[in-house]
């Protein structure tokens, strides 16, 4: 799979993996989320069968494609379909909402510098202390 290749000035975000290369996810942008709000509306605290679960998922990776389209204007749906698995949209949409301080502190991002999230690289290792 192909690199992408970033914009001049990078938008500060959380570092993440993706098809084995790191990239920076910014936050999503105002545009973006104005854009999906009602469509992230119509899921909100329901239980969702595996339809409405694939249609929010659907909904989730727009806005973090819209949002890694601020440093990879490249990067394309089909991109970042093929760059990533199911398991991972929840935590990228996670992180491009965390940056743009839409959700709560505790979220699983990392600031940029952190450690990347993305694909599983290996056995985390245990607590020292």
Request: aromatic letters at 4%; zero cysteines; proline letters at 5%.
């Amino acid at each position: 799979m192909e690199k992408l290749t970033p914009v001049a000035e990078l938008t500060a975000g959380v570092t993440v993996r993706l098809a084995g290369s790191q990239y920076i996810l910014p936050p999503a942008s105002f545009a973006a989320l104005k854009r999906h709000t009602a469509e992230l509306a119509k899921f909100e605290g329901r239980q969702l069968n595996s339809s409405e679960a694939t249609q929010l998922a659907e909904v989730q990776l727009a806005l973090v494609l819209a949002a890694l389209q601020r440093n990879y204007p490249a990067a394309t749906q089909e991109w970042l379909e093929d760059a990533i698995g199911i398991e991972q949209v929840r935590d990228l949409y996670a992180a491009a909402m965390n940056a743009a301080g839409l959700q709560e502190s505790g979220a699983d991002a990392q600031e940029d510098g952190g450690q990347p999230m993305g694909e599983q690289t290996g056995i985390a290792s245990q607590p020292t202390s």
